[in-house]
């Protein structure tokens, strides 16, 4: 699954263009590197979300990775942390 449609798709961010932009900026790192927007997600990815304005960072751990648009929070350990 491409990156910018999970976290779309997680309700991570609200908006697909969001999530895009996000990642062209730098705000978004898989397994501790800058991520496209176009990166193939796998299970056991680490992504984790900067997000400045709110001075937070958002790690989300995929346990488990599903085709199409139904999702669960169960597939995802999500921490969060002030920065």
Same mark, same amino acid.
């Given at each position: 699954?491409?990156?910018?449609?999970?976290?779309?798709?997680?309700?991570?961010?609200?908006?697909? !263009?969001? #999530?895009?932009?996000?990642?062209?900026?730098?705000? *978004?790192?898989?397994?501790?590197?800058? #991520?496209?927007?176009?990166? =193939?997600? !796998?299970?056991?990815?680490?992504? !984790?979300?900067?997000?400045? +304005?709110?001075?937070t960072k958002t790690t989300?751990?995929?346990?488990?990775?599903? +085709?199409?648009?139904? *999702? /669960? /929070?169960?597939?995802? +350990?999500?921490?969060? =942390?002030?920065?």
């Amino acid at each position: 699954m491409r990156l910018d449609k999970f976290l779309k798709l997680y309700r991570l961010i609200k908006r697909r !263009t969001l #999530a895009h932009e996000a990642c062209d900026g730098g705000f *978004v790192l898989v397994n501790g590197r800058a #991520a496209k927007p176009g990166k =193939e997600l !796998t299970q056991n990815d680490v992504v !984790t979300i900067n997000f400045n +304005e709110a001075g937070t960072k958002t790690t989300v751990k995929i346990l488990k990775l599903r +085709e199409g648009n139904v *999702v /669960s /929070s169960d597939d995802l +350990e999500i921490n969060e =942390e002030k920065i």
